[in-house]
């Protein structure tokens, strides 16, 4: 299947100018990769499936258009540039901290041509802190830490009344993460099961945030992953 018809198979129908920004996407994705490592799926079905497809589902599960999202460690991109390209009326700020994926993603969104795009170097622990805390109606992040750490990680980037979307495979439930939800102010709002056209289940979690995160988290990154909250 190309990409107009992966998108198709969830009766998603794409804009001309929607399909064009998704072809240059996979085609500059695969060029980039010869040289710096960025994924391990190369094939164009499946990146139209596993990247794009699965990056723009969870926003279809979100009753209203959000004015901003935040994307935490999104490498490649992922999934915050499918919902940027699909949302252009959300301004989407992409956090990386690796210098190799940052080079890719500036001459990404300026490939594609996204204005709503912003790009930014930093960790998010460290970031956490600062003027960018409590101040996105959504934040996303795909699967690149358990649970109970990706929460920590992310939570405190949340605004009261947002949502944190989790995404996640079928290995984890959200008792893996429930503690760890509930101490960084935030409660399961949703929980959405879905299959992809090539078989792969996805969990995605919709956390809701009730509270404001303590002011002690995010802790380090070391604390973090030595002792995740329980």
Known sequence: MNIDEVFKTQKIILSKTELKQFSTYSTFLREYNEKVNLTAITDPEEIAVKHFLDSVLPLTFIAEDAENLLDIGTGAGFPGVPMAIMNPKTRVTLLEANGKKIAFLNELVSRLSL?????????????????????FEIVTARAFAPFSQLVEYTMPFVSPGGNL??????????????????????????????????GDMRRLFIIEKISKTPRKYPRSNALIKKSPLK
């Open 115 to 135: 204005p709503n795009v912003t790009v930014l170097s930093g960790r998010a622990e460290d970031l956490a802190a600062g003027p960018l805390r409590e101040s």
């Open 165 to 198: 979307l989790v995404m996640k495979g079928s290995s984890e439930t959200y008792e893996d993460g429930a503690s760890a939800v509930e101490a960084l102010g935030g409660d399961l709002e949703d929980f959405v099961e879905y299959t992809l056209p090539n």
